[in-house]
């Protein structure tokens, strides 16, 4: 079965940078819509950013527009998650997701797949 595998979370001083990477075994990601998650123990899991099927109209969570950006490397068969300007509020264990739903801009995790182990991203001076 396919699964993501996603990576580069460390710990980073507010007001950092990270770059998350999301790649999959046994499955494309192009032309699919993928998203990006976070959760915290204790909450649900919420939508941060996802990018559409040909790469168009990215959406962005609130707490995050503007200072995240989510691309894709078709080549690699890797999305990426670039977060700027970084606060403590930040800090989740980031999943991404493939939805099954083509063209679909909600982003609610029920309506994606195939999470992976997710990555932690720590952000604490």
């Known amino acids: 079965q396919a699964q993501f595998v996603e990576s580069g979370g460390d710990l980073v001083q507010p007001g950092g940078s990270l770059r998350l990477s999301c790649t999959a075994s046994?499955?494309?990601?192009?032309?699919?819509?993928i998203g990006w998650f976070r959760q915290v123990p204790g909450k649900e899991r919420e939508g941060v950013a996802r990018?559409?099927?040909?790469?168009?109209?990215?959406i962005y969570a609130d707490s995050v527009r503007g200072r995240f950006t989510i691309t894709r490397d078709s080549g690699k068969n890797t999305v990426y998650l670039q977060m700027n300007n970084l606060t403590p509020e930040d800090t989740a264990v980031y999943y991404c997701?493939?939805?099954?739903?083509?063209?679909?801009?909600?982003?609610?995790?029920?309506?994606?797949?195939?999470w992976g182990q997710g990555t932690q991203v720590t952000v604490s001076s």
């Open positions: 997701g493939l939805s099954p739903y083509p063209g679909i801009t909600l982003l609610r995790p029920n309506f994606y797949l195939y």
């Open positions: 990018i559409g099927e040909s790469d168009e109209r990215t």
């Open positions: 046994g499955l494309p990601l192009r032309d699919r819509v």
